[in-house]
């Protein structure tokens, strides 16, 4: 106990000196990568200093960039951060998603090449799984990876890679066997996106927004050490990193704020601004937005629950019911404000209800990223409720 | 609240385990074959064991398990669809403790199952807190109290009614205890759908000064309070029923067969059971987060509304869904299913529908 208020009397003296005054309060990501390593801003200062304490990736083992921090230790820091606003130094799928699986798979050279690098955010990646052909099928992917000498060979088109046109590699899946069964020829290897062959094209959204993209491979070679674990374990990996990926979508559309709506008004609040004294046909708005309120308040109280029954049933559940709702609530703050809410661009709308329109259409997004919500019934149906399988 | 986590580890699971050996939706039937609408016997045998206590302090007979606790009995039990008093039992409890001398005799016997109490509070086809015309005029040495109550749960079998009524010379609601054999009070009893009996009551009493609880809050404060505790104990009545009326729905999928396959196989059905599973899930991960945090005297001024909008709403949809699913089979009486579809009827109107507890929950979130 002692031990812990002195840890935590150290951390808020370090943060204190160390964090840049400018950034308290800061919302957005802070991304690393080879592209903004070395920016002379405050964000990236404040990277640096927190990568070199070990505390972009706190419980990471000292050897691979972290600080080898306990749970506990952990979340004093984490807490110590909130209370301070202080703001995550680093938002890096390479982190959240590949390095687990790098940690629990990789050989020790591959921990050695990669993780540092990304804790230090020096390296920023994406995920290349999906195809045009194989979105909810992704076991479906043809993409090869064909085995010559000391080199694979890949051949394929991926498509949905988040932000793939910042990122310096990928971590992806290639067939590697046609004649293995479908789920056994997969294989998970990892690709220095500046490799010859290799072109990333990002793709316009209904929002404007060029989030995801399409990445092309033609007769890209890699090198053998590419392959993370065995060529006939790769969708296994992937099961691991999509697992994750629920997880993390599950936790943010459940969260305690509204940055998933991209605002911090209250709901209701925006109605009674709007409509101090409603019309008969504004109060049958109002009463789906005091359900929408009603169903946040209890998600909010759900999600602090530890996870309940199958773990792959309780992310779909908050996936789910978080992801529905934040595009419910999207949609009442557009209807809300009637045209004022269908703004494009120009100057009958304020910046800030261009942003809103703009978010209600990328909410639509959230019931199809990171499995789509009928996947995600299929999951309950399998795991939690355990009927037979499905049709076809 | 003073119990322990381990003394409430136990009671949970002896609760459980008492549902388990007694419970059974057959008790219902047979109460369906007598003029009762409470199963007496079940009252007795959860008063001998303490239970009925389990929201009361001990200084005043109770074990102080808190609501936790007895949100967990409630639950378990209306699995089977128990059909006692839970919740007039819990807001009786709540307003006799509310005085300033709290009546601790009434206190034992409530809790010893020798004396069931009532509220009348509704006074039309839809329950309103405000809605009230019965009112207490001040008289000497007591009050005259004139109106109707309508729809009072159970109002025949109790042997006294907690009367809410306006007290005009005070502009307030002021909370009366009438016993059954008051000259002036008619009844006219009924059966609702679901085997419980309902009352309306012509009230043309004259009561001395002592009928009426002296309370140490105002009276508004005091009906909130027990309004929502009486509140989260109807959500609980509605979650267990939900939950073994899904687990009924689902075991069926899993054995009826056509088409040469077992119906559980067809994914429509099995999406629409992954749909009620989430409901199913959020509710009682968010009922167990909110009933921790009451007995942790963290008060959630909206959580009574917030919960009874979502159970009792979740306990109609998932009736309905499950009648639908399961199919002819499910519209007969001898089918259990029916029996939890009228239950989730009358638990939707009692103390307000979710549309009642949208705009409750309105009011409150605009005042503060």
Known sequence: ?392 | MSGDTDTITQFKIAAERFAQEQGSVERLRTLFDTRHGIDRDLWRQLAQLGYLGTIVPADQGGTDLGYGAYSQLVRVLSRTLATVGFVNHAMAVELFRSAERCDVEMVHRIIAGETIVTIAWQESHRFGEDRISTAAVQVAGGYEIEGRKQFVLDGGEADGLLLIARVPSENTLGIFYVSKETPGLTLQSGRLLDGRRAAHVDIHVRLSQDCRLRLRRSSKEVLQRAFDRGLIVVSSECLGATEALFDLVLAYLKEREQFGRKIGSFQALQHRMALLFIELELTRAAFDQAVAQLDDNQTLPTIGSLLKHRASRLFRNMASEGIQLIGGIAMTAEFDVGLYYKRAQVLDQLYGDSGYHRQRYLSLNLTR
């Open chain 1, 1 to 392: 106990m002692a031990k812990e208020r002195v840890f935590e009397t150290e951390v808020r003296r370090w943060l204190k000196t160390n964090c840049p005054p400018s950034l308290y309060g800061y919302q957005k990501n802070i991304w690393g990568g080879r592209r903004v390593r070395d920016l002379e801003v405050d964000t990236h200062v404040w990277q640096r200093r927190m990568a070199a304490k070990g505390w972009t990736v706190p419980e990471w083992p000292p050897e691979f960039g972290g600080a080898g921090l306990t749970i506990e230790e952990a979340k004093i820091l984490a807490a110590v951060m909130r209370d301070l606003r202080c703001p995550q130094p680093l938002f890096e799928f390479g982190v959240t998603l590949l390095g687990p699986t790098l940690m629990a798979h990789a050989t020790n050279e591959q921990k050695t090449q990669h993780l540092p690098e990304i804790a230090a955010g020096n390296i920023r990646w994406c995920q290349a799984f999906s195809e045009p052909a194989a979105g909810s099928d992704l076991a479906s992917l043809g993409a090869s990876a064909e085995r010559r000498d000391d080199r694979y060979v890949l051949n394929g088109h991926k498509v949905w890679s988040t932000l793939g046109h910042h990122a310096d590699w990928a971590f992806c899946l290639f067939r590697t066997s046609r004649d293995a069964p479908k789920h056994q020829g997969i294989s998970l290897l990892l690709v220095d996106l500046e490799s010859p062959g290799i072109t990333v094209e990002p793709i316009t959204l209904i929002n404007g927004n060029e989030d995801f993209c399409e990445i092309f491979f033609d007769d890209v070679e890699v090198p053998i050490d590419s392959l993370v674990g065995l060529e006939r374990d790769g969708w296994s990996y992937a099961k691991e990193i999509l697992a994750r990926e629920r997880t993390a979508i599950a936790t943010s559309s459940s969260s305690n704020d509204l940055v998933g709506e991209g605002t911090s008004e209250s709901l209701l609040d925006l109605f009674t601004t709007l409509h101090p004294d409603p019309s008969l046909d504004a109060i049958a708005l109002r009463d789906e937005i005091v359900d929408a309120e009603m169903d946040q308040a209890c998600l909010w109280l759900a999600s602090k629950s530890n996870v309940r029954g199958h773990p792959a049933a309780w992310a779909a559940t908050l996936k789910v019911f978080g992801t529905e709702l934040i595009k419910r609530r999207c949609d009442l703050r557009v209807r809300t404000m009637g045209c004022q809410g269908l703004g494009w661009d120009g100057e009958l709308w304020s910046p800030e209800e261009h942003k809103l329109a703009r978010q209600a259409l990328w909410a639509r997004a959230l019931s199809i990223v990171g499995g789509t919500t009928e996947i995600q019934l299929n999951i309950i149906a399998k795991r939690a409720l355990e009927l037979p399988e499905s049709d076809s």
